[in-house]
């Protein structure tokens, strides 16, 4: 699946809505987390790839948080841009999400959640609420 980026590429301006990276390879499970981030009043900034996501991270300053599946195409998985993105944006709200892996305390940065699948949109919603301190 190729990059999909919802929202401009530079990010905003004052009063726009918060922006949340969405890693996720599964085109259709990206779209219906997004569309619930949307209907939430979050705008969700999609990428297919650990890598890509870096890249985003580190150009974009109105993300305020992260939600990655751990299974992801290409060489780093969500666990690792889950420590990579805590190291460039300490503090950053993490969701894990996965259908397979385990939740590994060792692998995972301080704050970041993990979510089980199946799990539904809403679910993920509530604990990136939960982690941002609104739930």
Same mark, same amino acid.
């Given at each position: 699946?190729?990059? /999909?980026? #919802?929202?401009?590429?530079?990010?905003?301006? @004052?009063?726009?809505?918060? /922006? @949340? *990276? #969405? @890693?996720?390879?599964?085109? *259709?499970?990206?779209?219906?987390?997004? &569309? #619930? %981030? &949307? $209907? $939430?009043?979050?705008?969700? =900034?999609?990428?297919?790839?650990?890598?890509?996501?870096?890249? =985003? =991270?580190?150009?974009?300053?109105?993300?305020?948080?992260?939600?990655?599946? /751990?299974?992801?195409?290409?060489?780093?998985?969500?666990?690792?841009?889950?420590?990579?993105?805590?190291? =460039?944006?300490?503090?950053? +709200?993490? /969701?894990?999400?996965?259908?397979?892996?385990? +939740?590994?305390?060792?692998?995972? +940065?301080?704050?970041?959640?993990?979510? $089980?699948? +199946?799990?539904?949109?809403?679910?993920? %919603? &509530?604990? *990136?609420?939960?982690?941002?301190?609104?739930?």
């Amino acid at each position: 699946m190729e990059d /999909v980026i #919802v929202g401009n590429e530079t990010g905003g301006g @004052v009063g726009e809505r918060p /922006v @949340v *990276l #969405v @890693v996720e390879d599964e085109a *259709l499970t990206i779209m219906d987390l997004s &569309d #619930v %981030l &949307d $209907a $939430a009043g979050f705008e969700a =900034l999609q990428s297919a790839s650990a890598e890509r996501a870096v890249s =985003l =991270l580190e150009t974009r300053r109105d993300i305020v948080a992260l939600i990655t599946d /751990v299974e992801l195409s290409g060489k780093t998985d969500g666990f690792d841009l889950a420590r990579t993105a805590a190291h =460039l944006r300490p503090g950053l +709200p993490t /969701v894990i999400v996965s259908g397979r892996a385990q +939740p590994d305390p060792a692998r995972m +940065p301080p704050g970041a959640q993990f979510i $089980a699948r +199946p799990c539904r949109g809403d679910d993920i %919603l &509530d604990l *990136l609420k939960t982690v941002m301190g609104e739930g």
